[in-house]
Nanobody, 121 residues
Framework: QVQLVESGGGLVQPGGSLRLSCAVSGTIFSRNHMGWYRQAPGKQREVVAAITTDGTTRYADSVKGRFTVSRDNAKNTVYLQMDSLKPDDTAVYYC???????????????WGQGTQVTVSS
């Protein structure tokens, strides 16, 4: 059974940084494309960043230049480094995994439970 566990969320001031982690088990991690999503109160879940099995990355326009997605196949973990955080980045952040990139970017892979990120002074 595939399991994803996010961690690293918290409260941070505008302009600050956080690094989220998503630990994956129950599957061969290196064969999974990975995505980070977020859902703010009253809004739909949206994709933030994705990283393919060969390390190619994609970002939503709203986070380009501020967020960096990476993966460590030896640790079965994907990361989301978030810098220059803004109040609009406040949301629950989820990771998503699937061997199919289409499934990941469509939000149809396996989900973690999410981690809360709050950007506020």
């Amino acid at each position: 059974q595939v399991q994803l566990v996010e961690s690293g969320g918290g409260l941070v001031q505008p302009g600050g940084s956080l690094r989220l982690s998503c630990a994956v088990s129950g599957t061969i991690f290196s064969r999974n494309h990975m995505g980070w999503y977020r859902q703010a109160p009253g809004k739909q879940r949206e994709v933030v960043a994705a990283i393919t099995t060969d390390g190619t990355t994609r970002y939503a326009d709203s986070v380009k230049g501020r967020f960096t997605v990476s993966r460590d196949n030896a640790k079965n973990t994907v990361y989301l480094q978030m810098d220059s955080l803004k109040p609009d980045d406040t949301a629950v952040y989820y990771c998503n995994a699937d061997p199919s990139l289409l499934q990941v970017v469509s939000g149809n892979g396996t989900w973690g439970q999410g981690t809360q990120v709050t950007v506020s002074s």
